[in-house]
Structure formats: C-alpha cells, structure tokens
C-alpha cells in the first residue's frame, strides 16, 4: 500500500509549493464610485420633456477648483460628491464658447460602505436637496434620492434648461 | 479557480485507483484490527512555508488523532494566524486562534495488524475567535481627492464546518506524512459583514462563504497495547 501512497504523498508535496503562487489581493471586479447622474432636459408640453444636447459644458467643483470638460455634444453628466463635506457646489457652464454660468448645491447625508476586501470602502449618498441660481436654468428636480453606484436606476437629477 | 479544481481532483483520483485496486484483492477477507492503540500528534509544515512567502498573514496549525475501532480516526485540531492588510486603500491587522474537532474514516482495508498507511474522508466543526484591530480606509476620487477614515476594532467568533479527504504514509516507524484538503462552510456569515479580516486561520478568506485549504503534516504516532 505504501509504495502506492508514497506517489500521492509527493503530489500533495508539489501541491504545497503551487498553492505558495497565490495572490495575496483578490482583484476589485466592481464599481468602487458612487457617481451622480445628472441629465439637461427641456420641457416640450405641460408634461413631456426631451434631452437637451449641451455643446462642451463644463461642470466645475468650486470647492476644489476642478473643472469637468465634456468635449462633445451630451445630456448626461456624472459627477462626484464631496465625501469630506455634506453639500458640493458645481458650477455648470452649458456652453464653453459662452461665459454663462449657473452654481447648483448638492445637499446630502454620507454613507460610508464597505465593499470587500478587495475593493475596501466608498461613500454612498441620500440626496436631500439641490439648490441653484437661474441665469441658464429653468429648474432643477430631484428624480432619485440614492446615489448607491446602482446604474440600472432613473438619474438622481433633471436639469431644465 | 485551477487551485479549486485540482483540490478536488486530488482528493477524488486516489479513492477511484485504490478502490479498483482493493476490490479485487480483499474479496473474501475479514477486517484486519490492528494490535496497537495510536496517538498521533503532527505539524502541518506547508503553513510556515506559505508565512514565507506570503508577506501579509500567517498561520500554524497542529493535530491530534486517536484511532477507534473500525479505522475511524478521533481529530483534534487547533493554531493561530492572522493577517497584516498594508494596501493603499485599507490597512489593519487581525490576530485568531481557531479550534477544529470531528473524525476521518480510512477508505482502505488494512493489509496487516501494523499497516497504518490509510486514505481517508472526514468531517469537522471548526470555530474561530478572532479579533480585528482598527482599520484605516482611504477613498479617492479625481474632483474631490483622498478622504481617509478609521473603522473601530471589532471581534468575530466563526463557525464552519468541513468536508476533508486525504491520506497518511508511515515513512519510518512512528513518523507519518500525509494531507488533508479541506472544503470549508461558513455557518455564520451575518456576524462578518463589516471588515471582516481578508485572512482567518484555519478558515480561509474572512469574507467568503466557501473556503478550500490543503494541509500537509508530519506526525509521530505513540503506540501501545
């Protein structure tokens, strides 16, 4: 019987050294940001309302003086919340080629989450309210308070222009 | 997923051999007791290897085994480990010891009174207690930058049960080496939800609900009448 197990012993002694090449990090395989979803619309009747195609805007975050350019025609937008504060201020230029500006104020409450191991932490949102001059805007409104990385969900925010 | 495979394949391939083996030749021979009792004590000698190599955990393991009547196998398991998680995103440390206890069944016949070579399948019940210091997480983004956090220490207490298979040679009287592959069931997934430790000794992944290990021990077995 040994001669027989003694084959199966060396096996297990190889596989010793092949287990040692394991990676110690699991790859992260999901979305480790929360974005949220912001569309342009403008209204067409009392109750219908289309994308509107902004030319290269611009969202810029006041606060950390970072400007997002969106080099083609588009109505969706993702952008970052402050995950060190309660509110961010963008200012959003709907046109690069105009100097017209209008500021909106995310207010939210912070969630911290841990993914894995392998992906560690990120910060989902509740969005409260938001907040906004009107020199280009119409209105803003509130679509989905859950800014949860879950992109299978209505956008969080509807800017009309 | 390959590490997964060839467990399996290797805890499978030996009984499919042995048993075509020993179907033919112990057809119409009687159970062979053997004429000692046995207790075994072993180390598990992959661990310190795999400490070496591995920068961020480390483990050791030891057993324990009593034969009982009908080739079953009376196993006491116990070590410790932990882990050192120095990512750029989340760092912490995390320290366990872990108990396992259950029995392994021979799957061959005994060719004489003294042969304790042996192939095997068993069960275990296996706990963990174990302790993860506090964390330190970082999160990044391009507009906004690094904010960085601290997650309070926490204990854990694990339960899992096993499914092992394996074998052991007597190379020399009374020194044995062999393996165990294990397949590992997390029984209480719930009380691991927040940081549980990317390594727990004896188990495996913290975070998994299934976890595969392999083991393999020298022990030396004290015998008497």
Known sequence: MTDRLNLWLLAGLLFTGLISCEQERDPCLQPTTAYLRVRSVKMVSDTTHVDTLLTNPQWIAIDSQVTLVFDRRTAAFNLLLNPSADSARYALQPDSAVAAYDTLVFYYERRLKFLSNACGYTYFYTLHDVKSTHHELDSVLIRNNDVDGNVNTPEHVQVYL | ?225
Not at chain 2, 79 to 87: T, V
Request: charged residues 20%; proline residues 4%.
């Open chain 2, 1 to 225: 997923m390959f590490r997964y495979i060839f467990n399996i394949l290797l805890l499978i391939l030996p009984f499919c051999l042995n048993a075509q083996d020993d179907s033919t030749r112990t057809e119409g021979t009687s159970f062979i007791k053997p004429d000692q009792k046995q207790l075994r004590l072993g180390v598990d000698i992959s661990k310190p290897i795999l400490n070496a190599v591995s920068g961020n955990r480390h483990s050791y393991e030891f057993s324990l085994d009593y034969n009982l009547p009908k080739d079953i196998y009376l196993v006491a398991e116990a070590g410790w480990g932990g882990s050192d998680i120095d990512y750029t995103d989340l760092k912490y440390t995390s320290a366990n010891s872990f108990f396992r206890i259950g029995v392994d069944k021979s799957m061959l016949q005994r060719l004489f009174p003294s042969d304790w070579d042996y192939l095997f399948v068993g069960a275990r019940y296996g706990i963990g207690f174990i302790r993860r210091n506090e964390a330190v997480y970082t999160t990044a983004d391009p507009v906004w930058g690094a904010t960085t956090g601290t997650i309070p220490a926490q204990s854990y207490t694990g339960h899992w049960v096993e499914l092992t298979g394996g074998l052991r040679v007597e190379l020399l009287r009374g020194m044995f080496a062999g393996y165990t592959v294990r397949a590992k069931f997390l029984l209480n997934q719930s009380a691991f939800r927040e940081l549980p430790p990317a390594f727990v000794a004896g188990y495996g992944k913290g975070e998994k609900t299934t976890a595969f290990d392999f083991n393999f021990y020298l022990q030396y077995a004290i015998r008497w009448k």
